[in-house]
């Protein structure tokens, strides 16, 4: 048998790099996994069914929440997101770290029910003014739109007290740098117990 792995869970306000932050740090650290997210959003250009996310309907998504098929889901800007439980518990179990990229709702509800198997990290941007200007040069998101994601960052900053590590993203090296280290602080070593 293998030590549990554990949970790494990351959030950020959108636009604060979590997306070129977690997508550098699994090319560095193959051995971790990411887990893919169920959503009920539309696929954006560049997007893969399966790959970004499980792209799915409402009715669905309800049907799957009634099936207690989540470890976890929120309702963020208007849409389900959900983390697939099997995926996750099939890899603590083989002794396997699980990355998940979820919001703030998301993780406190992994914090209230796998506290103890679970670390918390929240990325920052440098300041609020930074990441209007983040949003407004990566143009997928309208004015209102733009409005919304930064009056959600301020809510969400409320929540910090909440998460292990901090990690301001105002140097994308240094930034990926931080976290890896505290991931291998955490990382479980894999060895067999029994
Ligand atoms: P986007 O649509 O921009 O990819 O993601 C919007 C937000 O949904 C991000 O904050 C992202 O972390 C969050 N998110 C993605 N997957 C999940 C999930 O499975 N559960 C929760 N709670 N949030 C998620």
Do not use: W
């Not at 306000?13 to 997306?19: N, Y």
């Not at 900053?157 to 930034?175: M, P, T, V």
């Amino acid at each position: 048998m293998y030590k549990r792995g554990k949970l790494f869970v990351i959030s950020a306000p959108s636009g604060a790099g979590k997306t070129t932050l977690c997508a550098r740090l699994l090319k560095d650290m193959p051995k971790l996994v990411c887990s893919v997210s169920m959503t009920t959003r539309k696929l954006r250009r560049g997007e893969k069914d399966g790959m970004d996310y499980f792209f799915t309907d409402i009715r669905a998504f309800k049907k799957r929440i009634q099936e207690n098929y989540f470890l976890e889901y929120a309702k963020v800007f208007g849409h389900y997101y959900g983390t697939p439980r099997d995926f996750v518990e099939r890899n603590l179990c083989q002794g396997k770290n699980v990355l998940l990229n979820i919001d703030v709702q998301g993780a406190m509800q992994i914090r209230k029910n796998f506290r103890k198997d679970s670390v918390f990290i929240f990325i920052l941007p440098p300041s609020i003014d930074d990441l209007k200007k983040r949003l407004m040069l990566r143009k997928t998101d309208t004015e209102f739109e733009i409005k919304q994601r930064l009056k959600v960052a301020k809510r969400e900053l409320k929540q910090l007290k909440f998460y292990d590590h901090k990690i301001i993203n105002d140097d994308i090296n240094e930034a990926l740098s931080e976290l890896k280290s505290v991931l291998i602080g955490r990382q479980t070593i894999k060895r067999r117990v029994g």
